[in-house]
DNA sequence: GTCTATAACCGGATAGAC
DNA sequence: GTCTATCCGGTTATAGAC
């Protein structure tokens, strides 16, 4: 792997766990074992190489999400499939971590990834939704994206629970409440 | 007011805003209005006097839910009313924003406020839960602790949603679709 | 209790050699 | 493309005067 490359995946990495403004050069040069003349010349700055590193945990959890959205079974069975796909959730959704970081919510670079990858999840979920009702699976007294949105906001919200109570209890708990109430708005 | 609690005050407000790692004593001295000496008179260091506020943000915010959780109405009313009560999305939750920061999950001192907060909040949702099923107002198949996690997580995930969309619809937008899903679980 | 000075270190970035 | 040297400013804290 050259060492763009692993400029890159040390960032997301740390990006991912210690989030924008902990996150030093030095810090992702020791960690793709990289020298900082190489950090500079493939890249402009710290913001250059975390807004591409962003834009690719973006895309990766995009096709992740997708292979579940887009994938076998009934509308209603894949919106179950997502929240019960399995998740290390003491370690938080990699995009949203990032509306923590104030410098990262002031530049547009660094946001647009988080903020195109959510709306397009509460998007493709909704339309789930309406499909699971179309098909009729779901009440349809539902709002697709009230009801999308809840659902993507258990899972981000869930992460919150599991790290400050240092254990994954939490999230699954959230993760079964909202499979609980959704299959009392199923039809039959 | 004192010198002490100008600090106190200044802190809370800048751990709210940026987190711990970002708020350096510095902004904390010119927001109080205070010299470093007076900091370093009253508080041991950095950690110290985040310890303290943060204290004090997590009573605030158990003092503002209690009032609704303990308040008037019927236990699944209290539960809608929690649920809509009216929040500045786009700030965050001032106790959940903390499990983003690394530096506050590896003190025991920082994290202890945040997880028996949230801890006590999922506590006090499920036994309100499990007091409107014994009065038959929602479903009895529902697991009191499950539910009560995905409902404090939904606020907790609505505002990752907002804070991504620079917006405050997709916190309403999930609040409404879980109180849609909690009417669909109540009896009659 | 509060002030100023200073220390020791780290952050992000640039310069120029190789 | 990568290296080392260097710059400037900020962070966290201590020392000692007032």
């Known amino acids: 792997m050259d060492t763009r490359q692993r400029l890159l995946d040390a960032t997301r990495e740390l990006l991912w766990q210690r989030g924008y403004a902990a996150t030093s050069p030095n810090a992702i040069m020791k960690a793709a074992r990289a020298g900082q003349g190489s950090l500079y010349h493939h890249f402009a700055g710290k913001e250059d190489l975390a807004a591409e590193a962003l834009r690719g945990s973006a895309e990766q959890l995009r096709e992740e999400a997708a292979a579940i959205l887009d994938g076998e079974g009934s509308p209603a069975e894949r919106i179950e499939r997502y929240l019960t796909r399995e998740r290390d959730s003491l370690r938080g959704c990699r995009i949203g971590r990032m509306t923590a970081d104030a410098d ?85």
Chains 1, 2 share one sequence.
């Open 104 to 188: 990262v919510l002031t530049s547009d670079r660094l946001r647009q990834p988080v903020s195109e990858t959510l709306a397009w999840l509460v998007d493709r979920l909704a339309g789930l939704i309406a499909d699971a009702q179309a098909a009729g699976e779901l009440r349809a007294d539902l709002d697709p994206r009230a009801t999308a949105s809840c659902v993507a906001s258990t899972v981000q919200g869930g992460y919150v629970l599991a790290r400050a109570a240092g254990s994954t209890e939490p999230f699954d708990q959230a993760i079964t409440g909202a499979v609980q109430l959704l299959r009392g708005a199923m039809v039959g």
